[in-house]
């Protein structure tokens, strides 16, 4: 047989035996056509460019394909449950606001232990020192402004910032001046600021929320609210009061904490409502305009709150943990309903979802309902901290804490590597209208921030920030503001991007 020759000296490797059987096929025509070599040349080479390379075997699949069915089992449950929609109802209308170190946030913490325990999770409760802040009384009037009437007032409509001190319990009356921006506060100096009340007239961006980017918005407007009151307080100011730092045009105040500098003389500080702050500002631009404040808030000692920790164990890993998350405290003035019982609620759900689909995963999937996001992160940063030792073996968090309006998709912070882990979860929730998967370097939730900040990949829905601050941290966040569709569609997303992380045939780059 031509090329019979060769066949004692075959090679055993792939690569070696293609060579092999390059020469020993030209060696046969040249024999069997008595064709020279030389002509045989160029097709030769040919056939070297493509033998002498080894084949290279693809990636494989980081989910194997029961995997990806069951992931499209979990979609169909999640978009026909009600369970996140009642556990929402539950928290924010039968329970109702919850601040750190109330008795309401200390009866959500058992409730949801409870639940967790009824759907036989392993629970335990992680105690957390949390700022314990009251609210108390809290007034607004212009005592002094032109053109008013004589022996009246107006009535401005305002709340005190987490965090403040009180005014005098009698009340604290000065003259406002009107500021846009930190710049202009610092170019009025001492001398146009001392013992008066600054009001920063910073204004949300309300057009870039509506184009779906609320939440960069937000983040420009906030700054006023944190550092303001130490920022006036340099130059002599007594008080200082900032334009919400939202889009509600309902007369609604805008409450969240604030920080003081430890090095400046705290004074007192709340949010006014975007009609009252046009109002001072048009008036303050005719002459001077006085504001009486009465606030009353306590700052009280730490007292003692909990995270709940609840572990759905892996079936083949069950060291290594899948986080799931939102947080449990609000702030006081709604129920907390959009910030953020139906987080807590969606994370709930993931093991109820499971447990009724009879389905577990490789990894344990961890359910944990944070404490104290709102006035201080004590307790994303008290689990950091005691499980320092163990972060190698968290393979990922998920943590959901902006509302509950359609999901278009995954936030992640992440190695560019994720992306090929997300495409087939993104592919299962196309068809509920959350195809998209961004990268956010830095981190994509506040309690889950020291975990992603030591490596370990972090996840979040992906909203339409567009409503969200029209009832964020307002007495508007109520029950009534959830879409119990949208509300399915984050239970779905949530549940199915947790699953996922926690079945994955391969490790999640870090």
């Known amino acids: 047989m031509p090329g019979q020759k060769f066949a004692s000296r075959a090679p055993q490797n792939p690569a070696g035996f293609a060579n092999w059987l390059v020469f020993a096929f030209l060696s046969g025509i040249e024999t069997r056509y008595n064709a020279p070599m030389k002509l045989l040349t160029s097709f030769a080479l040919l056939l070297f460019s493509f033998a002498a390379v080894p084949a290279q075997q693809a990636a494989p699949a980081p989910y194997a394909a029961k995997t990806l069915n069951e992931l499209r089992t979990i979609q169909r449950a999640a978009l026909k449950s009600d369970y996140a929609l009642n556990q929402t109802a539950y928290l924010s209308n039968n329970i109702g606001p919850r601040m750190s170190g109330s008795l309401q946030a200390q009866r959500a913490v058992e409730y949801v232990a409870e639940e967790m325990r009824r759907l036989g999770l392993e629970v335990r409760l ?77 204004k949300f961006d309300s057009e870039l929320a509506d184009s779906g980017f609320g939440l960069q918005a937000y983040g420009m407007a906030v700054a006023y609210r944190g550092g303001g009151a130490s920022a006036a307080a340099r130059l002599g100011a007594v008080a200082a009061l900032v334009r919400s730092a939202g889009a509600s045009q309902d007369r609604l105040a805008h409450t969240g904490a604030m920080r003081y500098d430890p090095k400046v003389t705290k004074i007192p500080s709340a949010a006014v409502t975007y009609e009252d702050a046009d109002l001072i500002a048009y008036l303050a631009r005719m002459g001077a305009v006085k504001i009486r404040l009465v606030l009353t808030p306590q700052t009280l000692p730490d007292t003692v709150g909990y995270n709940v920790i609840a572990d759905l164990k892996g079936s083949e890993r069950p060291d290594e943990i899948v986080i799931v998350s939102g947080h449990l405290d609000s702030w006081d003035l709604g129920t907390g309903a959009i910030d953020d019982a139906c987080g807590v609620a969606v994370a709930m759900q993931v093991p109820f979802l499971l447990k009724q689909l009879d389905l577990r995963p490789k990894r344990t999937i961890r359910v944990v309902a944070w404490m104290d996001e709102e006035l201080g992160g004590t307790g994303g940063a008290t689990y950091a901290l005691e499980e320092a030792a163990n972060i190698a073996k968290h393979v990922a968090t998920v943590e959901s804490d902006l509302g509950a309006s359609h999901p278009i998709g995954i936030l992640y912070s992440a190695k560019p590597e994720m992306a090929r882990f997300l495409a087939p979860i993104s592919d299962v929730l196309r068809s509920q209208g959350a195809p998209l998967a961004e990268s956010r370097p830095g981190g994509v939730g506040s309690d889950t921030g020291e975990l992603s900040r030591q490596g370990v990949p972090s996840f979040a829905p992906y909203f339409n920030t567009q409503t969200y601050f029209k009832y964020h941290h307002t007495a508007a966040d109520t029950f009534d503001k959830i879409d119990p569709k949208n509300l399915a569609e984050v239970g779905s997303l949530t549940a199915v991007l947790t699953y996922a992380l926690a079945d994955s045939q391969q490790p999640l780059p870090r």
């Open 126 to 202: 992680q105690k957390v020192m949390v700022p314990h802040w009251v609210r108390g009384v809290e007034t607004g009037e212009l005592t002094e402004f032109p053109g008013m009437a004589k022996g009246t007032t107006q009535k401005i409509v305002l709340t005190a910032l987490g965090g403040s001190v009180a005014t005098p319990a009698t009340g604290l009356t000065a003259e406002v001046v009107v500021v846009n921006n930190f710049a202009e506060l610092e170019a009025l100096g001492h001398k146009g600021v001392e013992g008066k009340i600054v009001l920063f007239n910073n």
